[in-house]
Nanobody
């Protein structure tokens, strides 16, 4: 059974940084494309960033381009989302997702494996 576990969220002030981690177990991590989505209260789940299974292709939503970086460490079976210059509009519940041999897809329906999510709050 594939399991994704997120960590690293929390409450920070605007301008601060956070790094989210997502560890996959129960499957061969190098075979999975990984992504991050977020959901603010009362809104639909929205794409944030994705990295393909090879680790050579990434994709970002426009509003985080240049501030967020997605990466992966196959030896640790972990994907990361480095978030810099955080803004209040980045607040939400962040979900890690995995797709077998994924190629940086940006729709929630493209992903078959999901973590439970972790809260990120950016507020002064």
């Amino acid at each position: 059974q594939v399991q994704l576990v997120e960590s690293g969220g929390g409450l920070v002030q605007p301008g601060a940084s956070l790094r989210l981690s997502c560890t996959l177990s129960g499957a061969t991590f190098p075979h999975y494309g990984m992504a991050w989505f977020r959901q603010a209260f009362g809104t639909e789940r929205a794409f944030v960033a994705a990295i393909d299974w090879r680790g050579t292709g990434t994709r970002y939503r426009e509003s985080v381009e240049g501030r967020f970086t997605i990466s992966r460490d196959n030896a640790a079976s972990t994907a990361y989302l480095q978030m810099n210059s955080l803004k209040p509009e980045d607040t939400g519940h962040y979900y890690c997702a995995g797709r077998y041999f994924g190629n940086s897809e940006d729709r929630p329906g493209d992903y078959h494996e999901w973590g439970q999510g972790i809260p990120v709050t950016v507020s002064s």
